[in-house]
């Protein structure tokens, strides 16, 4: 095959065809992101879009999987799934019949840290949303039949969930990275821990956890920020959880010491699938950046980077080979994933591993660093085209308190990060020697 | 809804423009008219396998760079190979959208293919299919679909057949290539901040001079009424019980498309027809949901019905619950079938599908991708007025309809009836 470098850069001069070049002022900022906090302690950031009659709202509560026993893990899944099925006021038929009748959604999840909430509607129908956010946040019935059948939902979900490779292989991934620490639980809990839950738990999950101190909305579509807040204010500003407690310290987190290799045997499936990683740094760390940055040279940039270069381009061994940096309030993970014949895995993991050690020896060229710098900045109007993506930059601006401005600052922050500093990143979280393996498969 | 340009270039490719200017975005579409359908037996999945080979480099943009020049501007680009169509798109800074016009031109007739990129993209797309396979409702979905069709190649998996994946060579690939990306064949979508006038005299000048082609065949075997149930079982690993019922169903352009629309709405809950963009709501009370997931027979209900150019499948699948056997699930479901077949659905029930509706609609349009999507997709299927046309035919629909479209496809002779039983679990750890 012919590889002409001489083309790579012959579409420098380009003719322009847009109306008017791209600005900042399509990013969210200070001028045009409407910020309030009530006295009960919940946060309201909104942002207008009129270019379409719709409008989101998402967000979360302090009320994660942190609080969980090990024996009852996934209550506050559990109990996140459960509060739409029934309030004081109405039955899961008349929530739900008022949403779906007017093509409005409401959903909730747990995480780790929070449990969270994500809805939409047509502009028209926001108060439905905001009130039915309120009334299964305030005052959920937890009945006792509908509890039954989100159970064998759940049960089912993590029936599904021992039987594909990909899943099994990411839990089994953390519970080595983060062996000894509640980041290696898996938020949806276990078959036995699911089944150990009493209707009473969550009665008593939702009284402790939930309250307004620390929940966070993001509100973003056709409603001008004044009236969104004075709707929220109307909803929520009067719910009170004097007893609501603080979020458990994380406790230490302590690095792989060597390799550690697991497996998971799963027979009758056709294919594996093997994550390589490490711990990553957390999203205020200084590091997060330059370790992003990295984590796009390695396996995301283009098709999937170098990791995509090695194992599908040059090798044809995957269909699906790349890395993913995940970075929350603690310590992240930094893992790369690829689904491969059964027979393939040590041809796969060597590879892999080959390339690991080429990022922590040599990092990544300027060349490398700069297009990934240019993507990163390209893309991000991209990812705010849609209501949905503007709430999640806003949840990340008051999760992370990365400062209003922020996304007006990126491409400044990212063009600053330097080849050094990615390899100083690269060797901070990544040791050859000590890597979590976790491979699942026939 | 803004304008839209319409215009045929003299060499037959047909070119759909939209200016939006909310943000500083287009998104760039070139649709095929190929698809798994136009695969004989023996070369099944060549139409995806030719996608991948689209990535593969021309002498202008090697693969080395293919794969880096729309990143390196802030774009996203990716393709997608479906029954009756493939499709590139590119969705950049506007500014760049130059680059996005100067690929897709060049790769219409100048791809590569070269022989050692086959031979890797031929293991990469067998293990796609791998990967598909750990699925049971792809293997449940497989079975059904070849059940469903015995004439029409809509028989056969958009990945193909592991056989055909194995035997296919380079020249059949670029034969495949060559004769159905052809202007002619084609349709370019733009959706964004553009001037109308400015981009089309530049895509004349990148476009224009592709000769067109011969017209390409389309396999055109109809398949034969169905005669009587089909049903079939499928075993393999875990403890999840699925059920697949799939109706013969009419095509995307057939007017029966928007009673069929409803009839989905009532019974399964409303489908979003957004690819990009504004996913959909929840079904939780669908006339199915409160029958089969409320009576605890099932803990997920979920149905599918898409603009195919033929007619194709209305499908749902369930996901029994682990105390209950398919069989009960059937019959519940058949009762809940039966009910609408006999009963006048109200006009109450018709306006809030058509509520739904509008509303996914609204939460498409926020997405720029979404539009220029819909501009060409629809033109695959029906034509853009199709789109345009969406709201005001779902609205014009009456109950007669609703209940004749329950009557005549519902029909138990009109069906596939596939069940997935789990031969249970050993998982071992080392």
Partial sequence: MSKTKSVKHNYVSLTTYHAAPPSSSSLPGPDDIYRAQFPNGITLLSRANFNSPSVVISGYIQAGSLFDTDEKLGLADFTALALMRGSAQRDLQQIYDALESCGASLSFSAGLHTASFSGRSLAEDLSLLLNTLAEVLRQPAFPAEQIEKLRAQLLTGLAIRAQNTADMAALTFDQIVFANHPYGRPEDGYPETIQAIRRQDLVNFHRRFYGPRGMVIALVGAVEPQAAMEQVQRALADWDNPDQPDSPPLPPLTPLQETVTRRVNIPGKFQSD???????????????LPTSLGNSVLGQFGWMGRIGDA????SGLAYYAYSSLNAGIGPGSWEISAGVNPDNVT????????????????GVSAEELSDSQANFVGRLPLSMESNAGVAGALLNIERFDLGLDYYRRFADLVRAVTPEDVLQAARKYFHSERLAIAIAGP | MPDIHRTALANGLQVMLKEIHTAPIISSWVWYRVGSRDEPSGRTGISHWVEHMQFKGTPQFPASIL????????????????????????????????LALRLEAD???????????????????ISEREGNENEPLFLLGEAVQAAAFRVHPYHHEIIGDLADLKTMSRDDLYAHYRCYYVPDNAVLSLAGDFETEAILARIRELFEPIPAGPTPPRQARPEPPMRGEHRLSLEGPGETTYLQLAYRAPAG??????????????????????????????????????????????????????????????????TVHPQRKAEEVLSAFDDEVKRIQDETVSAEEIDRAIKQARALFAYGSENISNQAFWLGHAEMFATYDWFLGYLDKLAAVTSAEVRHAAQSILRPQNRVVGIYIPTGVEVGHE
């Fill in chain 2, 253 to 318: 352009s057939d007017p029966n498309f928007f009673p069929l629309t409803v009839l989905d709405s009532l019974l399964a809950g409303p489908s979003s027809l957004n690819m990009f963009g504004g996913g959909g709501i929840s079904n939780k009370t669908s006339r199915l949901y409160r029958t089969l997931v409320e009576k605890e027979l099932a803990v997920a209900v979920g149905s599918s019905a898409i603009t195919t150019v033929d007619p194709f499948l209305y499908t749902f699948t369930i």
């Fill in chain 1, 274 to 288: 093997l994550v390589i990683g490490t711990f990553g740094p957390a999203r205020r760390d200084p590091e997060y």
């Fill in chain 1, 311 to 314: 194992v599908r381009e040059k």
């Fill in chain 2, 107 to 125: 790769r219409m007739v100048n791809s590569t293919f070269d022989p050692e990129e086959v031979a890797s993209e031929r293991t990469v797309v």
């Fill in chain 2, 67 to 98: 794969d880096k020049v729309i990143a390196r501007e802030g774009g996203i680009s990716n393709a997608f190979t479906y029954l009756d169509w493939t499709t590139y798109f590119e969705t950049m800074p506007g500014d760049k959208i130059e």
């Fill in chain 1, 347 to 362: 041809k796969a993991s060597d590879l892999i591993r080959r390339e690991v050690s080429r990022f922590i020896e040599k």
